[in-house]
């Protein structure tokens, strides 16, 4: 049964009754209540015993206490009681030993804090351990001898061995017995601090004559339930007559020492005085019934009485010795003084700081004021020494407030950014006020939860991307980056591609974005001579609520690529007819058979033409211009060179892989075309000459004759003209511009090469000494064979490039002109 404000239990030990008193004080520090508790219960319960029903006594829920975490907070070692959360109640979890816990302090005690969270509450609860007669009543030796001298008078009083009981109270040593003894009766004395002492007083003089030995037993007696006792044999040794004991100059003597005195410090010394002459008057000096572990911190001289410190001497433990002093002479007479030492507290512990809530992590928006952790410091020594001061970092954006004695709070002072410090190590350092200060430090390590406070941001202004045309569908062209400075989902990017237009078409026909890689990819493939370059805006959303997003700009460069064989413009390939290049057998090195011009529609090195001889009739009489396409003979032509020549040429590109196209120049070495005829019967397809040949051949020579006379005087005049205006501009050695191939429209119109390029052009009316070479018409004449026509007709063309014999003056020409 228990009522609020007070609770009372009866434990079923016989003379045992535990009381259970309850207090408890409401103050309001922050959103925390502060309660205090007293419970009393015996020693040596067993694990798991009730203690108490905290809930109840407190007036909590037990859903409370489940739903903030209840728990025990010490700050020891041992955990001697279990808070039982399901049921409200406080059980023993560790065996309780009151001697072992307080020594002869009462009462004992012991208390811990039961914390709850959200909100914080703090409640103390005080445990009071209540002694129960365990221990027997035991003498330090169990076998005493004396020696006393048979001319004691009768009165004198002799100190025996106190025993010790570590129990309290009524279950504490009571009293002392001693057996059957004619010559002494006993005597009874309390210390000031409860503990019993016993004397033997002669009370029949003693005759060492008749009686040189005396034994009998001291029995000490507590007053437990049962009762238990304790006993020693006290032998005695008559000695022959000394008749003076020694006497102290004081009775009590008075000392300080501090704590942290080292070993063989001097305390006090002690001095006592005998009548007695020779070796009845030598006095000794010796520490009587000495509690506990005293023996181990002191030590006297027994000649001299010169107290010192021999241990390690603690306040916190003990803050006061009382110990007795025996003066003894050689006739065993004694006297008794007190010495009291206090012992001075010094600086020697440090702060103890325990955590006893701390919230991490905690929103970057967090109110200024929030509690972020709650701890306790503890410092065991007294008065300044046992002051403390707690801090932190002054650049800490967090101060340290005081609730209850001993408690602190740890607050945030400023609004939190977690883009800026995503996490704190917080130490905390508390400072006790000795001299010199001694201090203790925990640290916290608090991290600061996101909000969707930061858009995401490209790692570039505007990107630029290329791409080769002819791609597979589902290539990807460029993985675009943005980031965002808040984290998990508010930092989570999807990427969107805008809707714009492109030629009248959405942007999404031709491209696509992958939301969560920023993967661009092509859906089609790119044909550099339809489109040219794409601009598109991709947005960059994070995941938070609501989302935050920013645009970036991205260029689409398309590629050329080499997918355009080279195209032969010249010479024709005819199905119907067969083309022949004349060249007289009177043709000296390097004369210029034909041109094979051939053009490509790609751009750049993939529009760089190269002419190789790929197979030929006669490979020592003719070569091929690897970059202009001129056919010119290698040697001089001789009358066993055969008329019927087939070369055959192949155009490369310089694209990668290179493609080719082949071409096939026929070519009559004959001075004259009946040879010609005669010889190129075989290339026609159909082998049928009808009566009117021979006509349609005189007729062509003649006419051929004709034009090639009136072209040549009007070239050798023209010619005459420009060399003497270009006369001195040819010797002034002009620098040689390299060959680019021409300029040709492409299906779009706009031209393969892509820029615009200034250049001067120097040119000769021979090209192998011209800097710039054009392909144009074969200056040579052409033999057309037409099988389809009735005769062969002999065609000569004049050639519209300005040519030179080999023996001619050459012309210069230099123009300033665009591509």
């Known amino acids: 049964m228990a009522t609020r404000g007070s609770r009372s239990v009866r434990w079923r030990l016989p003379l045992f009754r535990c009381q259970v008193g309850l207090l408890i004080l409401l103050s309001y520090v922050g959103d925390r209540v502060a309660g205090q508790i007293r419970y009393s219960i015996p020693e040596e319960m067993k694990k798991g015993s009730l203690i108490g029903n905290v809930a109840q006594d407190l007036g909590l829920d037990l859903k409370r206490l489940r739903s903030g975490r209840a728990r025990i907070v010490t700050g020891e070692n041992i955990q001697y009681t279990e808070l039982k959360t399901d049921k409200g109640t406080l059980v023993v979890n560790e065996r309780i030993d009151r001697e072992q816990l307080c020594g002869d302090v009462t009462p004992c005690s012991f208390s811990f804090e039961i914390i709850l969270e959200n909100p914080i509450e703090l409640h103390r609860v005080m445990v009071e351990i209540l002694d129960v007669n365990d221990h027997s009543p035991v003498f330090r030796n169990n076998h005493v001898r004396m020696e006393i001298s048979e001319s004691a008078v009768i009165g004198s009083r002799f100190v025996l061995e106190s025993a010790e009981d570590p129990d309290v109270g009524v279950n504490g040593l009571q009293n002392y017995v001693l057996s059957t003894s004619v010559n002494?009766?006993?005597?009874?004395?309390?210390?000031?601090?409860?503990?019993?002492?016993?004397e033997i007083i002669l009370q029949k003089p003693l005759d060492r004559e008749e009686q040189p030995h005396l034994s009998f037993k001291l029995i000490a007696v507590d007053g437990g339930t049962p009762q238990r006792s304790g006993t020693v044999n006290i032998d005695i040794t008559v000695l022959d007559a000394n008749d003076n004991p020694p006497v102290f100059n004081q009775s009590v003597y008075r000392a300080t020492v501090l704590e942290n005195a080292t070993s063989g410090t001097h305390v006090i010394t002690v001095n006592a005085t005998d009548a007695d002459s020779g070796s009845n008057g030598v006095v000794t000096y010796a520490f009587s019934n000495l509690k506990g572990n005293v023996a181990d911190m002191f030590n006297i001289d027994k000649t001299t009485g010169k107290i010192t410190v021999s241990g390690q001497i603690d306040f916190e433990k003990d803050k006061k010795h009382e110990i007795r002093v025996e003066a003894k002479d050689q006739g065993g007479l004694t006297d008794l003084s007190k010495v009291i030492i206090d012992i001075v507290d010094v600086n020697d512990n440090a702060p103890v700081l325990n955590v006893m809530s701390f919230s991490s992590p905690v929103s970057e928006d967090v109110p200024i004021g929030s509690t972020i952790a709650v701890f306790n410091a503890k410092d065991a020594d007294s008065e300044r020494n046992g002051q403390i001061m707690c801090t932190i970092d002054k650049n800490f954006p967090f101060k340290i407030?005081?609730?209850?004695?001993?408690?602190?709070?740890?607050?945030?002072?400023?609004?939190?950014?977690?883009?800026?410090?995503?996490?704190?190590?917080?130490?905390?350092?508390?400072?006790?006020?000795?001299?010199?200060?001694?201090?203790?430090?925990?640290?916290?390590?608090?991290?600061?939860?996101?909000?969707?406070?930061?858009?995401?941001?490209?790692?570039?202004?505007?990107?630029?991307?290329?791409?080769?045309?002819?791609?597979?569908?589902g290539m990807s062209i460029i993985?675009?980056?943005a980031h965002d400075s808040d984290w998990n989902q508010n930092a989570r990017i999807s990427y969107i591609l805008e809707d714009t237009q492109v030629g009248g078409f959405p942007i999404s026909t031709y491209v696509s974005m992958n939301s969560e890689t920023g993967v661009l990819s092509a859906i089609r493939s790119f044909d550099y001579e339809q489109i040219k370059q794409l601009q598109l805006v991709v947005k960059a959303q994070d995941g938070g609520s609501p989302p935050l997003s920013s645009n970036v700009t991205v260029k689409l460069m398309i590629q050329d690529q080499n997918d355009n064989p080279p195209q032969v413009l010249y010479p024709v390939q005819t199905g119907g007819s067969l083309v022949a290049e004349l060249v007289p057998r009177s043709a000296d090195?390097?004369?210029?058979v034909t041109k094979v011009v051939a053009v490509d529609v790609d751009s750049g090195q993939n529009a760089w033409l190269s002419y190789k001889l790929q197979k030929a009739t006669d490979r020592a009489l003719f070569e091929v211009g690897l970059q202009n396409g001129e056919i010119r003979t290698i040697r001089q032509v001789t009358d066993k060179?055969?008329?019927?020549?087939?070369?055959?040429?192949?155009?490369?590109?310089?694209?990668?892989?290179?493609?080719?196209?082949?071409?096939?120049?026929?070519?009559?070495?004959?001075?004259?075309?009946?040879?010609?005829l005669s010889e190129f019967t075989d290339f026609t397809h159909d082998k049928e000459y009808n009566d009117n040949l021979t006509f349609y051949l005189v007729l062509a020579l003649a006419v051929v004759s004709f034009l090639f006379i009136t072209c040549l005087v009007v070239i050798i005049s023209v010619k005459i003209y420009r060399w003497r205006q270009s006369r001195v501009l040819y010797h002034s050695s002009l620098p040689v511009i390299p060959y680019y191939p021409p300029r040709y429209s492409d299906t779009l119109g706009t031209g393969t090469l892509q820029h615009v390029y200034n250049y001067e052009v120097c040119r000769t009316t021979d090209s192998r000494k011209s800097d710039c070479k054009f392909g144009g018409a074969g200056s040579q004449n052409v033999l057309i064979m037409d099988p389809s026509s009735t005769g062969t007709m002999q065609r000569i063309q004049s050639e519209k490039s300005i040519l030179d014999e080999p023996d001619s003056p050459l012309e210069v020409r230099c123009n300033t002109q665009s591509i």
């Open 641 to 676: 060179d055969a008329v019927k020549q087939r070369l055959t040429v192949i155009v490369e590109d310089n694209g990668q892989p290179s493609r080719s196209a082949t071409v096939i120049v026929n070519v009559a070495v004959a001075d004259s075309f009946p040879e010609v």
């Open 184 to 198: 002494f009766v006993l005597k009874q004395h309390a210390n000031p601090d409860g503990s019993k002492f016993a």
């Open 589 to 592: 090195v390097g004369y210029l």
């Open 401 to 473: 407030t005081s609730s209850l004695t001993n408690y602190y709070s740890l607050v945030s002072d400023t609004a939190f950014d977690r883009e800026k410090t995503p996490e704190y190590n917080i130490t905390i350092t508390a400072t006790d006020s000795g001299s010199p200060p001694l201090s203790s430090a925990i640290q916290l390590h608090l991290t600061i939860s996101d909000i969707n406070d930061s858009p995401p941001l490209f790692d570039k202004l505007m990107y630029n991307a290329q791409i080769t045309e002819n791609n597979s569908p």
């Open 479 to 481: 993985t675009l980056s």
